[in-house]
């Protein structure tokens, strides 16, 4: 399969990029950082612009630095693999060093970005085709089409939030920055989701996601990440649920999850925070937070697995990761 | 020291270092000049007659040389007699999503790809068959019109007196099993290239050069002469180096023809290399398959009677289908004692790409069903797994009840090999006792067989199945001229170590010229088994040919007879004397001969060693160059056909399921099945596998390791997921073929039950194993959990509904409300329904009906 | 669209190219270089067949854009698997692939000569855990994986011992 014809802007720097941006947004500019989510895409006719930005080539994007009170900041070209590798992530956000090892497989690892894996397009197995294909059943509302084959006669896009990384940076209130020609702002990640398949970001046409930062307040939290998966690598999470716990003594004193996989966004479970601050982990515990994470799950079928199991399997990965993330003894501040 | 020099070692594949370099050339690694790219049209529909093909548009776009419609090779084909079924490009109707419409040649592959979306077609849409059970109820919109209820073939097969059977029986069990479809996913996608030579003498189209990523080049030879009314003495079929087959490139696929096909109307050389995707719409995996078994034992465990129906869920064509469905049942003989027998099978056409074969055809997902039916059995009489299968083994040499002939069967010794490695009974037992969380773990056994080819070749006749030429150099060198096939089997080593040790000669000194229909004498091809056990029989009387020249060369020279001469390891020597190695004084004569190059310094040495006078020994160089003296050129021709005694009864379909020589497995898998999500990880496989006679060790090891490793990944997460007719996961991210991290160790137990007939005792070795290790989780599942799965693959959801039904516990509702422990039907993916199941008009109450409609016109 | 003047380094060697933008890397060395040990064995970025390395660190041939990875800024080099036999003979794990069954059909291989090569090069003594990880980025559909670990264990033990030197 061949890529779709277009011209190749290769940026040195923000301003460059965000100059290129304004002045083929008509044309229609797609970024491409590490290609993995983009390229196969495009040989599917799922996108074929006018220029493809690489952005590689932006070195002010590929850091981790430690800003000491702040927290970690972390280029938006940062590859997946060096934050797999790092050992500040690992000892201070094991929860985002667990998802990202989950990632793809470690050569894609090596090429994807944590920028891209938040940018990630929404997934379905009706979307996901060739052109070929998605001919054979008359398009879908995302690509082409006009209606929703997940949702029968359904008018709205139910296409999946498929990245790992997105579910544990909700849990540790990662934010990000986004620059624009205006100038850069910073938001939490969760409100960079829509939750709606065919529209799933709100990042303007001439704005870029440049760095994600990692919140001091939220480093020492003991994290679990699991994933759903048919096969022990090179995949896009089938569910997935992200935990990081952080207890005084024995009591919980803070506790996050989120999921992903199942919504056309990541999402936190907020409730399930209100249920375990100032209690202890137990199976009951555990439970609830199982319960809670599965009502905010609503799983179609975009992807292998039936729905219902997909949401069984956050139920029980947020039980069994809440008491993983728990464990009986002195959490790591104490 | 063994008996052998070259058998039984472990050799590297001589090919290998072409591999780990990257020179070896596979088919899309070639190019010519002025070589055009063909990409396919595929179609959109189910099955609807083509009204009109307009490729106007096409023809126009820059870089477009023609585009090719079936009306260009409208004479029928298909890879059995029977079942000539299949044009290069559709004629007339498009029997499934993916059929092959029309073909663009251009200068480039994206602006074929381009020039694919300007090609118009109208299409008539008819209703669709999706369903096998269903489409067997049709009486009208047949998918081909010459088979009434699309049923492609049917057979009722009764050995025996199965009614007697089940009336002795102490408990009899029945059940539906149902296997989903799984496909080969070789990791080379397929590829052709096509050219024509010009003639000479009349000025015109001359011969027809094809490189085929194929497991059957003579095949593809003859199906080529029939669609292109080309004489097969005007085609030369090549098979490069090939990426895996598995049965996937063991038939004629549609590409190959229709390269062929646009090379002669674009009158350039033509290469197609299908995507990905294309790969799994040409399909020819393993179909869906139903299966209702019903199985009678006696108390003290022996088999009564089997009786079993089965529907394939066969796809558009044809393909092999006659044939697997004819394994199905003729196999289900041979592994054990069964005194009575009754099957009956349906082949069904639906609108899916074809199934055809694919490693342990026919048998695999019936032997699912037995071996798991047998430890339904075993609990219900209270026998151990492991017992029950003993108490019904072959007694050998003998005749099954469906004329199967068996000789060689190691299967007493797999199974005690593999009992005794995984510690069976104490392992059981003690995980009956301990509990880790929410993980249960269990030992699951099971046994399996396969054919070593089949007795009767798809063309019926007595010629031999494989024929095989060997040349003598002038220098000692060896060149084997051979029609058999290597896939990554291993099959041009086989015939170099079989070559080598039949004529004494070094491994070096051979050189495998393989599966060129000018170059290479008739081999049927690679598929169900048969390389090693023919071609490797007719390398071994082809190398005899000229040994007897050699040796009769070497007698006169050293004065001996004939039968005194001894050859091995490039020496000749006379019986009784010392093996030159083990002699002191043979540094002068490796000397002589050592350095001697080629046919140059030939009448040197001739003179030296006429000087020496007569000798004991001689190089094995010295002795080659003799026989030259003597009679002129030194070659040998052997040829293999099956014996008459091993083709089977005279039954109709009766020709399908007789081999020589029969491998057999057995396995014991170690599984932990997680009982709050369903996942099972598999931790060990014991596989003992009797391959007759091991030629090359770790050839042996690896095809065994390939099958269990590929059965596992058919028990556990491969499967197509359809929808109407639409296959949702048509590539390697959403087939989920086992990766490293899932992969678990396979021990494997080598047992040599040396066969009679076959080359040193070899049968075969790497499809038997695969067929074992399905039941062998799903028993390890029932071990853990105390929950029998009857529906194929075993993925996570599946294992956690099942588990929720024994443990009482909240029901998981799956698709289509098919309750995996019991199912009734085979299932499909969720989603909009839109075909219908009656043809792809879009529903009624379908919001974007129109629209859509419009835009696939 | 129309070609663009290119500067590519494979395996040691500088190569100026006209292509176009959208050409993906793996298509220019099969198709301009040459070069067709590196596989496409998919379409959508999953199998490995296509591996190649990028300055030392392995890499999908057929996500990259050519034209994104010219050596302009010194870097950017790429190793595909005809660079890894060494003075002309086989590397270590070449060899050792061939021995132990590594490799059946090959088409693979290629991917996982240039994902053991780079584990090798960046951990000369690899755990079990790590050599899996390490090959879960390739798919095989013959070998089912056992007989590779033999392959790499092989290959670093004659490593080691220099046999390979």
Redesign the interface.
């Given at each position: 399969?061949?890529?779709?014809?277009?011209?190749?802007l290769?940026p040195r720097n923000v301003e460059d990029a965000l100059g290129f941006l304004h002045r083929y947004e008509k044309e229609g500019v797609q970024i491409?950082a590490g290609?993995?989510d983009l390229?196969?895409s495009m040989?599917?006719r799922l996108f074929s612009p006018a220029y493809?930005m690489?952005i590689?080539g932006i070195e002010e994007l590929t850091h981790i630095r430690v800003v000491p009170g702040l927290g970690v900041e972390l280029g938006s070209l940062v590859k997946l693999s060096a934050i797999e590798d790092s050992g500040f992530i690992a000892t201070h956000y094991p929860v985002l060093r667990e998802a990202v090892m989950t990632v793809a497989?470690?050569?894609?690892r090596?090429?994807g970005t944590l920028g891209g894996n938040l940018c990630l397009d929404t997934r379905c197995?009706?979307y996901n085709?060739?052109?070929?294909?998605r001919?054979?059943?008359?398009?879908c509302i995302k690509k082409d089409?006009?209606?929703?084959?997940?949702a029968?006669?359904g008018?709205v896009c139910w296409a999946v939030f498929s990245g790992d990384s997105a579910a544990a940076l909700l849990c540790l209130h990662a934010e990000i920055e986004i620059a624009s020609p205006k100038g850069r702002r910073r938001i939490p990640l969760a409100d960079l989701y829509t939750n709606i398949g065919d529209d799933r970001m709100r990042l303007g046409k001439s704005e870029i996601l440049t760095r994600i930062f990692l919140p001091e307040a939220s480093a020492g939290y003991s994290g679990v990440y699991r994933k759903?998966r048919?096969?022990?690598?090179?995949?896009y999470p089938l569910a997935g649920v992200a935990v990081a716990i952080r207890k005084k003594g024995k009591i919980i004193d803070d506790a996050r999850v989120a999921i992903t996989g199942v919504n056309p966004a990541p999402r936190l479970v907020k409730d399930a925070t209100h249920a375990l601050i100032g209690r202890e982990m137990n199976e009951h515990a555990a439970m609830v937070v199982g319960e809670l994470a599965a009502r905010v799950a609503k799983p179609l079928?975009t992807s292998?697995?039936?729905?219902?199991?997909r949401r069984?399997?956050i139920k029980?990965?947020a039980k069994?990761s809440a008491s993983r993330a728990t464990p009986s003894g002195p959490s790591i501040r104490d | 020291m063994s008996d052998f020099a070259i058998i039984g070692k472990p050799v590297a594949l001589i090919d290998s270092a072409g591999k780990t370099t990257g020179q070896g050339k596979y088919t899309d690694d070639l190019s010519m000049p002025g070589m055009l790219i063909g990409k396919i049209l595929h179609s959109p529909l189910p099955h609807a007659r083509i009204k009109r093909i307009n490729p106007t548009k096409a023809v126009k776009l820059e870089g477009v040389v023609s585009v090719v419609v079936g009306t260009d090779a409208p004479n029928k084909y298909g890879i059995l007699p029977v079942g000539h079924d299949e044009t290069a490009l559709a004629v007339d109707k498009v029997r499934y999503v993916g059929d092959n419409v029309a073909c663009v040649v251009a200068t480039s592959e994206s602006i074929a790809e381009q020039a694919l979306e300007l090609i118009d077609v109208e299409y008539e849409p008819l209703p669709a068959y999706f369903d096998p059970e269903e489409a067997m109820k049709a009486e009208s919109d047949l998918i081909h019109d010459h088979r009434p209820h699309n049923i492609e073939k049917e057979y009722h097969h009764v050995f025996g007196d199965p009614g007697a059977g089940f009336a002795q029986a102490d408990a009899i069990v029945e059940g539906r099993y149902v296997a989903g479809e799984v496909t080969h996913a070789a990791m080379e996608p397929h590829s052709t290239l096509a050219y024509f030579e010009l003639d000479a003498l009349t000025g015109e189209e001359g011969r027809l050069v094809v490189q085929s990523s194929t497991q059957v080049p003579y095949y593809l030879q003859h199906k080529l002469s029939i669609v292109l009314d080309k004489p097969m003495a005007q085609i030369r079929v090549i098979k490069p180096l090939v990426g895996g087959g598995f049965g996937g490139k063991s038939e004629i696929i549609p590409l190959e023809i229709i390269a062929a096909v646009a090379a002669r109307k674009a009158k350039a050389p033509v290469k197609i290399t299908y995507t990905r995707e294309e790969v799994f719409w040409a399909h020819r995996g393993r179909p869906r398959t139903i299966i209702d078994l019903k199985t009678g034992v006696k108390r003290d465990g022996s088999l009564t009677a089997v009786a079993a129906k089965v529907i394939q869920d066969g796809g558009a064509y044809c393909s092999y289908g006659v044939v697997t469905i004819l394994y199905s049942g003729a196999l289900l003989g041979a592994l054990y004692d069964i005194p009575n027998i009754q099957y009956d099978g349906f082949r069904v056409l639906t609108n899916k790409p074809a199934c055809g074969a694919m490693r342990g055809h026919g048998t695999v997902n019936v032997r699912f069903a037995f071996e798991s039916q047998l430890d339904e059995l075993a609990l219900k009489i209270g026998m151990d797994p492991y017992d029950i299968r003993k108490r019904n083994l072959l007694k050998p040499p003998c005749v099954t009840v469906n004329g199967l002939r068996v000789q060689s069967y190691g299967l007493p010794e797999c199974i005690e090999k593999v009992v005794k490695a995984s510690d069976w009974a104490a392992r059981r037992a003690e995980y009956k006792q301990k509990y880790n969380g929410t993980v249960r773990r269990g030992l699951g056994l099971a046994c399996s067989h396969y054919v070593s080819g089949a007795a009767n070749s798809i063309i019926r006749s007595d010629m031999p199945h494989s024929t095989v030429n060997i040349k003598i150099e002038r220098d000692g060198g060896v060149v084997v001229y051979t029609g058999a096939s290597d896939i990554g089997q291993g099959s041009d080593t086989m015939v170099a170590q079989i070559a080598a040790e039949v004529l004494g000669c070094t491994l070096g000194r051979i050189k495998v010229i393989a599966a060129d229909t000018d170059l290479t004498p008739v081999d049927i091809g690679s598929y169900s088994s048969r390389v090693t056990f023919m071609n490797g029989n007719a390398t071994m009387r082809a190398a005899e040919d000229a040994k007897k020249k050699i040796i009769a060369a070497a007698a006169r020279k050293m004065q001996c007879f004939e039968a005194d001469v001894l050859m091995r390891d490039d020496w000749v020597w006379k019986q009784g004397t010392k093996p030159p190695w083990e002699r002191t004084t043979t540094a002068g004569i490796a000397e002589v001969s050592g350095h001697v190059d080629g046919q140059v310094l030939r009448g040197s040495l001739q003179q030296k060693r006429k000087d020496e006078g007569p000798k004991d020994f001689m190089t094995f160089e010295e002795a080659a160059v003799s026989a030259m003296d003597f009679a002129g050129a030194v070659s040998g021709t052997g040829a293999y056909a099956p014996p008459k005694d091993a083709r089977g009864g005279g039954h109709k379909g009766g020709g399908v399921g007789p081999s020589p020589a029969y491998s057999y497995s057995a396995q014991v898998v170690d599984a932990g099945v997680d009982t709050e999500t369903g996942e099972v990880t598999v931790h060990k496989v014991w596989a003992a596998h009797d391959c007759g006679r091991a030629l090359n060790p770790v050839a042996v090891e690896g095809q065994v390791i390939g099958s269990v490793w590929m059965g596992l990944g058919q028990a556990l997460q491969e499967e197509f997921v359809w929808k109407d007719g639409l296959l949702m996961n048509p590539g390697m991210l959403e087939y989920k073929s086992p990766s490293a991290v899932e992969s678990p160790e396979v021990v494997t137990f080598i047992v040599e039950s040396i066969d009679p007939e076959g080359p040193f005792g070899a049968k075969e070795a790497s499809e038997g194993s695969l067929a074992a290790v399905i039941p062998a989780v799903a028993n390890a599942i029932f071990d853990a959990t105390g929950m029998r799965l009857r529906e194929s693959p075993f993925t996570p959801e599946r294992v956690l509904s099942g588990i929720r039904k024994v443990m009482g516990l909240k029901k998981i509702n799956m698709t289509n409300d098919v309750d995996p422990t019991e199912p009734h039907t085979l299932r499909e993916h969720g989603g909009s329904l839109w075909f219908k199941g009656k043809g792809p008009q879009r529903h009624e109450m379908d919001p974007a009906r129109k629209p859509a409609l419009s835009r696939e016109q | 669209m129309k070609k663009e003047l290119i500067e590519l380094k494979v395996n040691g060697r500088r190569h100026e190219l006209a292509i176009e933008p959208s050409k993906l890397l793996l298509d220019t060395l099969r198709e301009d270089l040459g070069l067709t040990g590196s596989k496409r064995g998919c379409d959508d970025s999953s199998c490995g067949a296509c591996a190649v390395l990028l300055d030392g660190t392995p890499m999908l041939a057929c996500t990259m854009l050519a034209a994104a990875y010219q050596c302009d800024g010194g870097g950017n080099e790429v190793t595909t698997v005809e660079g890894v036999a060494e003075h002309g003979a086989l590397a270590a794990i070449q060899k050792a692939y061939g021995d132990w069954g590594g490799s059946q059909c090959g088409y693979c291989t290629p991917g996982f000569m240039m994902t053991v090569k780079s584990l090798l090069d960046n951990n000369p003594e690899p755990t079990e855990e790590e050599i899996k990880r390490a090959l879960s980025s390739n798919l095989c559909r013959c070998t089912g994986y056992t007989q590779m670990y033999e392959a790499v264990k092989a290959a670093i033990k004659a490593e080691q011992q220099g046999t390979n030197v």
């Open positions: 399969m061949s890529l779709p014809s277009f011209k190749l290769r491409c290609g993995t390229l196969p040989k599917q493809v690489d590689r497989s470690p050569i894609l090596n090429m197995l009706w085709q060739s052109l070929q294909w001919k054979s059943c008359g398009y089409g006009d209606l929703c084959h997940v029968p006669g008018k759903l048919l096969r022990g690598s090179i995949d079928t292998l697995l039936t729905p219902e199991y069984e399997m029980v990965f069994q | - | -």
